[in-house]
T-cell receptor, first 114, second 109 residues
Framework: DGGITQSPKYLFRKEGQNVTLSCEQNLNHDAMYWYRQDPGQGLRLIYYSQIVNDFQKGDIAEGYSVSREKKESFPLTVTSAQKNPTAFYLC?????????????FGEGSWLTVV | ELKVEQNPLFLSMQEGKNYTIYCNYS?????LYWYRQDPGKSLESLFV?????AVKQEGRLMASLDTKARLSTLHITAAVHDLSATYFC?????????FGTGTRLQVFP
């Protein structure tokens, strides 16, 4: 089945550790996004990418890094510089070729600092 | 820079009643999206609105777009408990997808 797969679903991070969240899509989508959602809040844009080997910072990029080496993959690393990383992380993708295409989301990853 | 605001933030409504959620955006948006989120879950796509005057309907939900007023609405007709969720609108500008604050809808008997 086509879709967006995020892993792991649940992740615990110790203080000072870097962790990487995986996002893979087999929809042949060009654009991919990462969002952070805190409890009871909206979605805030971390990074986005429109093509391979290119990405842009969103509104809250500090303490995060990404790569886009393959069209299908857009991993997010939460670095130790991110002081309050506990949140729900959502990855999304869409095709830019058709204006009416929706933007699809993965199931999300819960990150907790212990 | 695109900013998206929704109101109300919280909506408690009785089954069978009608209500509208409003989504205002600050600058040009290439398209307007509506999503539903259930507690602890990801986002489910409801509508994509592309042009001025666009109207889409699915069941008890109807979305519309007025690009001149920079306003989109999500109208709920004869609400049922299954519609209880948080609803988000989002705008797209220069490839950035920006979400509103969300409207938490609670439908009670």
């Amino acid at each position: 089945d086509g879709g967006i797969t995020q892993s792991p679903k649940y992740l615990f991070r110790k203080e000072g550790q870097n962790v990487t969240l995986s996002c893979e899509q087999n929809l042949n989508h060009d654009a991919m996004y990462w969002y952070r959602q805190d409890p009871g809040q909206g979605l805030r844009l971390i990074y986005y990418s429109q093509i391979v080997n290119d990405f842009q910072k969103g509104d809250i990029a500090e303490g995060y890094s990404v790569s886009r080496e393959k069209k299908e993959s857009f991993p997010l690393t939460v670095t130790s510089a991110q002081k309050n990383p506990t949140a729900f992380y959502l990855c999304a993708s869409t095709s830019k070729r058709q204006a009416g295409n929706t933007i699809y989301f993965g199931e999300g990853s819960w990150l907790t600092v212990v | 820079e695109l900013k998206v605001e929704q109101n109300p933030l919280f909506l408690s409504m009785q089954e069978g009643k009608n209500y509208t959620i409003y989504c205002n955006y600050s600058t040009t948006s290439d398209r307007l999206y509506w999503y539903r989120q259930d507690p602890g879950k990801s986002l489910e796509s409801l509508f994509v609105l592309l042009s001025n005057g666009a109207v889409k309907q699915e069941g008890r939900l109807m979305a519309s777009l007025d690009t001149k007023a920079r306003l989109s609405t999500l109208h709920i007709t004869a609400a049922v408990h299954d519609l209880s969720a948080t609803y988000f609108c989002a705008g797209l500008n220069t490839d950035k997808l920006i979400f509103g604050t969300g409207t938490r809808l609670q439908v009670f008997p």
